[in-house]
């Protein structure tokens, strides 16, 4: 791991060269060319980025403006019609009412309408997202292969930022590596409990008087060293590793590497406070900064209700409906409320924006309609409802016309964008690719041939695990394992076998099976062309087998499940 040295990023980047050894004249050379980027540093964006938490595609009102019920999963309709008291003519205003501020940067910006997670999971995502790579080539696929592997070292792309000079902050939910684990033996060790190696955060047995202290101050959300993102191309954090963060009372939040207590506020309201202060020290030392704002919201639980100055926007007669479209307000008011900052600063023209939600939405529930539409499925699922997101970017100064583009692009993508923008190099051995030329030239050509994830294909992360006969964990971890593999038009998806009696409508369980879909004309997956066109569907089942051979094993998933989609 790189040394973390404090202070000035040209100072920090020469040792790191003399510290390779290289000749002296290199690092004059090296030593020149950032004097000569900082004397226009001027010219290079403040960066923000907005990452939602379990956001479905169509609820912000820019990409969900004009479904109708036909563009509904079914299902999901189904479902809302029998556990809900609301309809989706009233989700629809409430949408379009909670996110004025979203919907007018996506208009006004470039919007990508053709944008896919690079997991139906958020730990997965997070860490793809993280470092351009797609996860599966580090045996991630899912949550806790996630936590066990953590980031490499010098491996997250907030690093190449640090370099070119800007201050960076990570704040909100990060949950791309293990927790604090040796916090559990310092603890044990405290309380003079013999042979503390022996136990974890979760196996404590009769110490649980332990557990709860820990729990207390903040274990959850605690990240070990090595994965911290001040030892990750961060210069300040605010945030917890963790799935969730509760809306009120949080007590798994970290400033830094100490524990910052019970966080009482609204946490979007907070997160916001943070960024905020922070893009007024950066602005205070005249360097450029780069944000990431990750917020809870709209990750369960969705319970708690949204202050009232969000929550009396909305007058439906569904309190269901009411919250969850006011804690999506909470967000699009905290945005305008960071760009009103930034004009009065005079630095919002040249300030870029990047929004999206970590994987498909969480639908059905407290997490409201139009959902994913017009895609079937949700978080978790091999559907493309599990993939399927939001993606834009607002640049004011640069983007001199609004463009909608249609090229298959991935949420791996952000970061190396990111990157270029800020005038640095984005490393060519990465998934990730810049679409500079698509948001700045209208490019047209393709940014990339496929994409192809396998991961678990589960129904308890939404609506849909109200089919199951267990509950959450056991019904997860008998879940089949599937893939994509997505082109810029058709999608090619493989699930393994399902087990008899997982699910109330497949007793008898789901044979292994493949489908494919023209998705830019049937996006509900309603048109199975797998024996109609068996040369695409052969040509998608080569691209994965190539592709999937450089896939390890899973860190900590059940290597059954990965044989399965392996060799199916």
């Avoid at 503390?196 to 101050?217: A, C, F, N, V």
């Avoid at 202060?277 to 919201?297: D, N, R, T």
């Avoid at 190099?425 to 679409?435: A, Q």
């Amino acid at each position: 791991m790189r040394t973390v040295l404090p202070g000035r990023p040209c100072i920090r980047y020469i040792a790191m060269v003399i510290n390779k050894k290289l000749y002296w004249n290199s690092a004059v050379g090296i030593w020149a060319f950032l004097v000569g980027a900082a004397a226009v540093g001027a010219a290079r964006p403040n960066v923000v980025f907005v990452m939602l938490d379990d956001l479905g595609y169509a609820q912000v009102e820019a990409f969900g403006r004009g479904l109708s019920a036909e563009d509904c999963d079914p299902k999901l309709l189904a479902h809302v019609e029998e556990q809900a008291d609301y309809s989706l003519d009233e989700a629809m205003r409430l949408m379009k009412k909670a996110t004025p501020t979203l919907s007018r940067m996506a208009d006004g910006g470039v919007r990508f309408n053709n944008a896919f997670a690079c997991s139906n999971l958020c730990a997965p995502s997070r860490i793809g997202v993280s470092t351009g790579v797609l996860q599966n080539r580090w045996g991630i696929y899912r949550n806790i292969d996630t936590e066990a592997h953590g980031l490499k070292p010098n491996s997250h792309l907030a690093e190449k930022l640090q370099e070119l000079g800007y201050a960076t902050a990570h704040i909100g939910k990060w949950h791309v590596g293990s927790h604090d684990k040796a916090m559990v033996h310092r603890y044990l060790e405290k309380h003079k409990v013999p042979n503390p190696e022996q136990y974890t955060y979760w196996t404590m047995g009769k110490y649980w008087s332990i557990h709860q202290e820990l729990k207390r101050d903040g274990y959850e959300g605690s990240t070990a060293p090595k994965d911290h993102a001040l030892n990750n191309g961060f210069d300040y954090y605010f945030g917890y590793n963790q799935w969730e963060c509760p809306f009120y009372k949080a007590n798994n939040v970290w400033e830094g590497f100490r524990h910052a207590g019970v966080i009482q506020d609204y946490n979007t309201d907070v997160f916001t406070d943070k960024a905020l202060a922070f893009m007024e020290k950066s602005l205070g030392e005249k360097k450029p900064f780069y944000v990431q704002l990750h917020y809870h919201a709209v990750h369960s639980p969705l319970d708690p209700k949204a202050p009232a100055k969000y929550y009396d926007r909305f007058d439906s007669g569904s309190k269901t409906l009411n919250n969850f479209y006011a804690h999506v307000f909470g967000v699009d008011e905290n945005v305008r409320r960071i760009f009103q900052w930034l004009e009065e600063k005079g630095v919002a023209e040249n300030t870029l924006l990047v929004f999206t939600s970590d994987n498909g939405g969480a639908v059905g529930g407290k997490s409201c309609l139009p959902g994913n539409a017009p895609y079937v499925g949700h978080k978790g699922m091999m559907h493309l409802g599990g993939f399927r997101v939001p993606l834009f970017f607002h640049w004011p100064v640069k983007i001199n016309q609004p463009l909608g583009k249609e090229q298959l692009v991935s949420t791996l993508d952000i970061l190396p964008t990111i990157i270029d923008a800020a005038g640095g190099m984005v490393p060519p051995e990465i998934d990730g690719k810049s679409l500079l030329p698509q948001i700045l030239e209208n490019s047209e050509a393709r940014v990339r041939d496929h994409l192809a994830i396998g991961g678990i294909h589960a129904r308890v992360w939404a609506f849909n695990g109200a089919t199951s006969f267990f509950e959450h964990n056991e019904s997860r971890e008998k879940a089949p394992s599937g893939y994509i593999v997505a082109d810029d038009r058709y999608v090619l998806r493989f699930v393994s076998e399902t087990v008899s009696n997982l699910y109330k409508d497949a007793v008898d369980g789901i044979p292994a099976h493949y489908e494919l879909y023209d998705y830019r004309a049937d996006p509900g997956e309603r048109n199975n062309l797998i024996d109609a066109m068996p040369e695409k569907a052969g040509q998608l089942k080569s691209i994965w087998k190539r592709e999937s051979a450089a896939y390890p094993k899973p860190v900590r998933w059940e290597t059954a499940k990965w044989k399965a989609i392996m060799n199916p």
